[in-house]
């Protein structure tokens, strides 16, 4: 079994940083990709994800200003958020996919979605 615990939201200021994390927990022996989404019009929209060789990709709206990273050894993911903005207030999921357990393979995960409010 392998659970996405996800930590760092909160409330902040415009212009504020916020920093979230997201560890894989579980028989973990690899994973592919790791990300964040964010709830757009009622679907999840990738935020970023990052590939086990540090490669990345970026929602335009946040390229400049957010930054992912990942811990391959630690299965953990990070998210650096800067210059936040009000539009960036929503609740964001962590994500797993491809990955091998001790017994199966499978093909995504999700955290229970961490809470980013930006108001002044």
């Known amino acids: 079994q392998v659970q996405l615990v996800e930590s760092g939201g909160g409330l902040v200021q415009p212009g504020e940083s916020l920093r979230l994390s997201c560890a894989a927990v579980g028989s973990i022996r690899s994973i592919n990709g790791m990300g964040w989404y964010r709830q757009v019009a009622g679907r999840r929209e990738l935020v970023a994800r990052i590939l086990p060789d540090h490669s990345t990709s970026y929602e335009r709206s946040v390229k400049d200003r957010f930054t992912i990273s990942r811990d391959n050894a630690k299965n953990t993911v990070y998210l650096q958020m800067n210059v936040l903005r009000p539009e960036d207030t929503d609740v964001y999921y962590c994500?797993?996919?491809?990955?091998?357990?001790?017994?199966?393979?499978?093909?995504?995960?999700w955290g229970q979605g961490t809470q980013v409010t930006v108001s002044s």
């Open positions: 994500n797993a996919d491809g990955i091998y357990t001790t017994t199966r393979y499978v093909d995504n995960y």
